[in-house]
């Protein structure tokens, strides 16, 4: 596949002419220009609006996001020109999951298209034709990209494919059903005559859509669910695959930021004059809590930014600290939540006689994102527009923010979208751009705005601290009878789309603690809402069950030890009503050797551990095999992963995927932590928030299960997963139960 390397956006026709295409084809440079309307239209779009949007900062624009009603538009545009080459218009973005293979391969599949002559373009900034209809705005997160598109997709691409060969049934005057589509050629066999796509765009551009098309039995699949290579690796590997921050531009200048080390902190001092006498220097850059240097390039400007010697005033927050956050939410956590989820009268249940009732404090660190690509933006602030590039998941959140600061019309504003070197959630949020546009509009010409890896992780927005208290009262043969769980933690929704917030009740926050597979008598689930001071938080692959999941599977193993039963036939005697989850279960068990005696490492405990899930619509279940020194070291040797995530895309994705969602969410359950002292986050790189090296990296086993289900999602869910299978192992190894992640805090190891 060749993949543009035009900037995105840049020669995306207007939204106008957008919303004419959805009547059908139309030919556009030698070519013809197919509109779809994926997700429906049910409303009048927005897209022709002159005003900004209200909102100052990406919470309040996302709020306006999830305003809008359901059922907006999303148009993917399938170009094809007269040499028969495809291209798509792709509405989501390439962070490394691989969506710029399996969106090409959802086409081509019912197109008949040859893949090698399928090009992607990045969508540009639009919310309403873009919008995912999971998510409600144009957003690429939750593992929703494959799950929204599978059957939109492969509709958009029988729909084309339709056309052409009735376009090439008619030019030879034969029956389109003696017609075959085979990569990108239409062939009938009577005849053996073959036209590619390209000669028939012409005729097909005058043809109306079917309003209806029987999509392919997945047994035909010649694309979907096989091993294919990912389209976008050569480009990453020879260097020409661009990214936010490989943007350049005439003049432009660029910057190093130090913003207050304290949250709602001032700019109090500024040495402009040394600043200015590095050579390189051209400005010297203030708002009210940052400060930028701009130079020719980034060396001179973080040598100049030292020199500038900023000082913070740090306010209301300089006495934060972690033992003072800590203290609040243990003191919210005490008091009664909204209810989430309340059956079979648990409370009553819990509180009664009989059996043995068991309680359990868990508690989970903030965490910072740590991409690979450290947070940047780069702007050009005209009067009569501005242009971004950057890379983000949410690039209409960006416009509208930029248009909002900068008192353009939206349609004034364009982003220009790049590969993602890392998002995990970081990039959806756009506090880079509304700085880097604050200073643009203080800047002499273009700027880029570039923040260090200190900067990077000490001003991230945060995977928020959990605190939970959970119980419950198991019956004279261990069984549960109730069960209860409150989770305490600050609310992402509530900032970043409030009406999902119902009651009091933050659907992230719960999701895998208030929607258990087990079958349990009865159960109460609540939430408590405790913003921390000092810190924002936000999305960090997987929010609410990278932290319920561990919670639920560790107490579930505490509760199958209280029984004297093993872990796995534990879970399997709560799983007999859901079959997919104790399939997923039993595999990875089966493949793991549960039950057989682990392989013996000198000086050191070994041990297994288990977990499961069903998170993101795929369900999941680990096994980690671990050995522990006498120190508290931690080795983890192997993770066996079954996952059942409907139908299959792209099975070598799904595995790498999988892969290095345990590989991340390792670095969090045994090293992961951010603390803060005097409002200060402590940690600055990697030598103090430390993520696993290639060397301490364990073999993984995915084991995918064969499946014609709806596809679910794949970036998060092996993240999830691995702590509570850590832990459970780590116990079984020492004896020691984990409640408190980072593990290797807990048992001594730095």
């Known amino acids: 596949?060749?993949?543009?390397?035009?900037?995105?956006?840049?020669?995306?026709?207007?939204?106008?002419?957008?919303?004419?295409?959805?009547?059908?084809?139309?030919?556009?440079?030698?070519?013809?220009?197919?509109?779809?309307?994926?997700?429906?239209?049910?409303?009048?779009?927005e897209s022709d609006r002159k005003e900004p949007p209200s909102e100052t900062a990406v919470g309040q624009a996302a709020t306006a996001m999830s305003n809008r009603p359901p059922?907006?538009?999303?148009?993917?545009?399938?170009?094809?020109?007269?040499?028969?080459?495809?291209?798509?218009?792709?509405?989501?973005?390439?962070?490394?999951?691989?969506?710029?293979?399996?969106?090409?391969?959802?086409?081509?599949?019912?197109?008949?298209?040859?893949?090698?002559?399928?090009?992607?373009?990045?969508?540009?900034?639009?919310?309403?034709?873009?919008?995912?209809?999971?998510?409600?705005?144009?957003?690429?997160?939750?593992?929703?990209?494959?799950?929204?598109?599978?059957?939109?997709?492969?509709?958009?691409?029988?729909?084309?494919?339709?056309?052409?060969?009735?376009?090439?049934?008619?030019?030879?005057?034969?029956?389109?059903?003696?017609?075959?589509?085979?990569?990108?050629?239409?062939?009938?066999?009577?005849?053996n005559r073959t036209m590619h796509f390209g000669e028939v765009v012409d005729a097909a551009s005058k043809l109306p859509f079917p309003a209806t098309v029987k999509l392919k039995?997945?047994?035909?699949?010649?694309?979907?669910?096989?091993?294919?290579?990912?389209?976008?690796?050569?480009?990453?590997?020879d260097g020409s695959a661009l990214f936010g921050i490989d943007a350049r531009l005439p003049g432009m200048g660029i910057a190093a930021v130090a913003a207050s080390p304290v949250m709602g902190g001032k700019v109090a001092f500024v040495d402009e004059q040394k600043a200015m006498a590095v050579k390189g220097v051209?400005?010297?850059?203030?708002?009210?809590?940052?400060?930028?240097?701009?130079?020719?390039?980034?060396?001179?400007?973080?040598?100049?930014?030292?020199a500038a010697a900023p000082r913070f005033d740090d306010g209301a927050n300089a006495n934060v600290s972690s033992a003072s956050i800590r203290a609040d939410m243990d003191k919210a956590s005490q008091g009664t939540g909204a209810v989430a989820r309340d059956t079979g009268d648990a409370l009553k249940v819990l509180d009664g006689q009989g059996g043995r009732r068991i309680d359990a404090v868990y508690e989970l660190p903030f965490l910072a994102h740590a991409t690979m690509e450290p947070m940047n933006c780069t702007v050009d602030l005209r009067a009569d527009g501005c242009d971004l590039w950057v890379g983000t998941q949410v690039p209409a959140l960006a416009q509208g923010a930029a248009a909002r600061l900068t008192g353009l019309a939206v349609e004034k504003v364009k982003v220009h979208n790049f590969y993602l070197g890392g998002g995990f959630g970081r990039r959806l949020e756009v506090d880079n751009v509304i700085q880097a546009v604050a200073f643009a509009k203080l800047?002499?010409?273009?700027?880029?705005?570039?923040?260090?890896?200190?900067?990077?992780?000490?001003?991230?927005?945060?995977?928020?601290?959990?605190?939970?208290?959970?119980?419950?009262?198991?019956?004279?043969k261990g069984m549960p009878l109730a069960w209860f769980h409150r989770v305490t933690g600050s609310s992402i929704m509530?900032?970043?789309?409030?009406?999902?917030?119902?009651?009091?009740?933050?659907?992230?926050?719960?999701?895998?603690?208030?929607?258990?597979?087990?079958?349990?008598?009865?159960m109460r689930v609540e939430y408590v809402r405790h913003e921390p001071a000092g810190l924002a938080t936000a999305f960090w692959r997987g929010v609410g069950p990278t932290h319920n999941v561990f919670v639920v599977e560790s107490f579930i193993d505490e509760l199958a030890y209280a029984s004297k039963t093993d872990p796995v036939a534990f879970r399997r005697s709560l799983l007999q009503k859901s079959p997919r989850t104790l399939a997923v279960l039993d595999l990875a068990a089966r493949r793991a050797g549960w039950g057989k005696p682990l392989a013996p490492v000198a000086g050191r405990k070994v041990g297994r551990g288990?977990?499961?899930?069903?998170?993101?619509?795929?369900?999941?279940?680990?096994?980690?095999?671990?050995?522990?020194?006498?120190?508290?070291?931690?080795?983890?040797?192997?993770?066996v992963c079954a996952v059942d995530c409907g139908q299959q895309i792209n099975p070598d994705t799904i595995a790498a995927q999988v892969e290095g969602g345990v590989v991340f969410g390792l670095s969090a359950a045994l090293w992961g932590e951010v603390t803060l002292d005097k409002g200060r986050v402590r940690q600055t790189n990697f030598g103090d928030y430390r993520v696993m090296r290639m060397s301490e990296a364990p073999a993984v086993e995915v084991v995918l299960v064969d499946s014609r289900d709806e596809p679910g999602g794949i970036g998060e869910p092996g993240t999830a997963g691995i702590a509570p299978a850590l832990a459970n192992a780590v116990f079984a190894a020492t004896g020691r139960r984990v409640r408190k992640l980072p593990i290797g805090e807990q048992l001594g190891k730095a």
């Open 1 to 45: 596949m060749d993949q543009t390397t035009k900037e995105p956006g840049a020669d995306a026709p207007a939204s106008n002419a957008r919303r004419r295409l959805l009547k059908g084809g139309a030919a556009a440079g030698g070519g013809l220009l197919f509109g779809f309307s994926l997700f429906g239209c049910s409303r009048t779009p």
């Open 71 to 191: 059922g907006l538009a999303h148009d993917a545009f399938v170009r094809i020109d007269r040499e028969g080459i495809v291209t798509l218009i792709v509405h989501k973005v390439e962070m490394g999951q691989g969506t710029f293979t399996s969106m090409p391969m959802l086409l081509a599949e019912e197109l008949g298209a040859d893949l090698t002559r399928v090009k992607l373009e990045q969508a540009p900034a639009d919310n309403t034709l873009y919008a995912d209809p999971l998510l409600g705005g144009q957003v690429t997160g939750g593992s929703t990209s494959v799950r929204a598109a599978y059957k939109p997709l492969r509709e958009a691409g029988a729909k084309v494919r339709t056309v052409l060969v009735q376009a090439a049934a008619d030019a030879w005057k034969v029956p389109v059903g003696e017609l075959k589509v085979v990569a990108g050629t239409i062939r009938h066999d009577g005849s």
């Open 217 to 237: 039995d997945p047994a035909d699949f010649a694309l979907v669910g096989k091993p294919l290579k990912r389209l976008d690796s050569p480009a990453k590997v």
């Open 282 to 306: 051209r400005q010297v850059l203030r708002i009210e809590g940052a400060v930028a240097v701009v130079a020719d390039n980034f060396w001179t400007a973080k040598q100049g930014l030292a």
């Open 443 to 476: 800047a002499k010409g273009p700027l880029k705005i570039v923040w260090t890896r200190e900067e990077d992780i000490q001003h991230d927005m945060y995977r928020p601290y959990y605190l939970d208290r959970i119980a419950a009262r198991l019956d004279d």
């Open 494 to 522: 509530a900032r970043f789309a409030p009406p999902l917030v119902k009651d009091g009740v933050d659907p992230d926050a719960v999701e895998g603690a208030a929607d258990l597979q087990y079958a349990l008598p009865a």
């Open 610 to 639: 288990v977990s499961t899930q069903f998170a993101f619509g795929t369900y999941m279940a680990q096994v980690a095999e671990v050995s522990v020194g006498p120190d508290g070291d931690v080795r983890v040797h192997r993770v």
